[in-house]
C-alpha cells in the first residue's frame, strides 16, 4: 500500500477517533456513565484494531492517536481537554508497543480464547497507560509539576480503573476480527475523496463547534 | 496446538484481569468517607470553613465557579509563611493533587467540596476533598 493511502487511512480513523471521543464521550459523561472506559473498550479498539487489519503497517497507529488526540484538544464541550487528548496519543503509542510483535494477518489470534484474552489484555494495558501517561505529562505541561507521591497514592484507582474497557475489550476484539475477511477493496477514486471528505468533515464540526462555544 | 505466544497472551490476561479486580477491592476497602475536611492536620466542617472565610467567585473554562478563597481559609488557620510551602489537596478516593501556594491562592474551596483554580487543567480540580495538607 502506497504511502499517501496509509496517510489518508490515518487521518480518516484518527478523525473518527477523535469526533466520537467528542461528540459520543461527552454525551455519556451527561448521562452518567463511565465515558472513558467504554470510549477505550469500544471505539478505540475499534478504530486501532480495524485499521491495523486493513492496512497492515505498524506505526500507523501511534498517528491515528496523535489525530485523534489533536481534534480532543478542541472539544467544545466541558472536561479537561489536555488529559484526553495525551491520553488518546498515548493510547496510540501503546498499542503500537502490544501489537508489535503480533502479525499482520492476525495468525497467533485463532482461537477464540486467544482473541477474548488479547481484547481483555490490549483494552486494559492502553487505558491503564493512558490514565498513568496523562496524570503525569498534564501536570508538567500545564505547569504546576509532577509529584510521584500523587501518582502512586491514585495507581489502586487506576488499576481497577482499567476492569471495565477490559471486559468491553474482551467483547470487541473478537467481534471486530470477525470482519477480518471482508473485502473493503475501495478504488482509489473513491477511496481519496470519501477518507479526506469525512476527516474534514469531522474537523469542521469540531472545529465549527468549538468556535461557536468559544465566542 | 496452542503456541507459547498464545499460552503468554491469555496468562496476561488472566493477570491484568485479577489486578484490576484487587485493586478495585482495595480502593473500596479503603474509601474514607468523613464529613469533616483535615487542614493541616486540624479537622474542619464545611460549616466551620463556610463561617470564618470570605466568599470569592473566580471564572474557569467551565463558568463561574463561587466558594471560599482557599487564601483566606490558609491565612485563617495561621499557617506560617503561606508562601513558603506546597499544599496536597487529597480527596476520598485517593486523588490527590500537589500545588503551590501561587496557585492555591487564586482558587476556591465550593460549599460540595470541591476546588477550583482559574487557571489550570481540570486535573487540578480535586472533588471530594477531605484534606489539604500543607507540606
Request: aromatic content about 12%.
Amino acid at each position: 500500500m502506497n504511502k499517501m493511502k496509509i496517510f489518508a487511512g490515518i487521518l480518516l480513523f484518527g478523525s473518527l477517533w477523535g469526533f466520537s471521543e467528542i461528540f459520543i464521550g461527552s454525551a455519556l459523561t451527561d448521562i452518567g456513565l463511565p465515558a472513558g472506559a467504554i470510549m477505550t473498550g469500544f471505539f478505540a479498539l475499534t478504530f486501532l484494531v480495524f485499521s491495523r487489519m486493513f492496512y497492515k503497517q505498524a506505526g500507523m497507529q501511534l498517528g491515528m492517536g496523535v489525530i485523534a488526540g489533536a481534534l480532543r484538544l478542541f472539544n467544545p464541550f466541558a472536561g479537561c481537554h489536555l488529559c484526553s487528548a495525551l491520553a488518546i496519543m498515548a493510547e496510540g503509542a501503546i498499542f503500537e508497543i502490544i501489537w508489535y510483535k503480533i502479525s499482520f494477518d492476525l495468525t497467533e489470534l485463532k482461537t477464540i480464547t486467544t482473541r477474548v484474552s488479547m481484547g481483555i489484555l490490549t483494552s486494559y494495558v492502553v487505558y491503564v497507560g493512558g490514565f498513568i501517561v496523562t496524570q503525569i505529562l498534564t501536570p508538567i505541561i500545564s505547569g504546576p509539576g509532577f509529584y510521584i507521591e500523587n501518582l502512586i497514592s491514585l495507581m489502586p484507582n487506576i488499576f481497577s480503573s482499567g476492569l471495565l474497557p477490559a471486559l468491553i475489550g474482551g467483547v470487541v476484539l473478537p467481534a471486530t476480527i470477525l470482519i477480518k475477511n471482508v473485502d473493503v477493496n475501495v478504488k482509489d477514486r473513491l477511496y481519496y475523496p470519501t477518507t479526506i471528505g469525512i476527516s474534514v468533515l469531522c474537523w469542521c464540526i469540531v472545529l465549527g463547534s468549538w468556535f461557536l462555544v468559544s465566542s | 496446538m496452542i503456541s507459547g505466544k498464545e499460552k503468554i497472551i491469555s496468562i496476561l490476561a488472566i493477570s491484568v484481569l485479577l489486578l484490576g479486580i484487587f485493586s478495585a477491592l482495595y480502593v473500596n476497602a479503603t474509601q474514607i468517607n468523613k464529613d469533616t475536611i483535615t487542614i493541616n492536620g486540624n479537622e474542619y466542617t464545611l460549616n466551620q470553613i463556610f463561617s470564618m472565610c470570605t466568599k470569592r467567585s473566580i471564572e474557569t473554562g467551565e463558568g463561574e465557579k463561587t466558594g471560599i478563597a482557599l487564601e483566606d481559609l490558609i491565612l485563617k488557620i495561621g499557617v506560617y509563611c503561606p508562601a513558603c510551602h506546597n499544599y496536597v489537596i487529597k480527596a476520598e478516593d485517593k486523588y490527590q493533587q500537589t500545588i503551590s501556594w501561587d496557585i492555591l491562592k487564586t482558587g476556591i474551596l465550593t460549599d460540595y467540596g470541591r476546588v477550583f483554580f482559574p487557571d489550570t487543567a481540570h486535573t487540578f480540580w480535586v472533588r471530594n476533598v477531605i484534606e489539604i495538607e500543607v507540606k
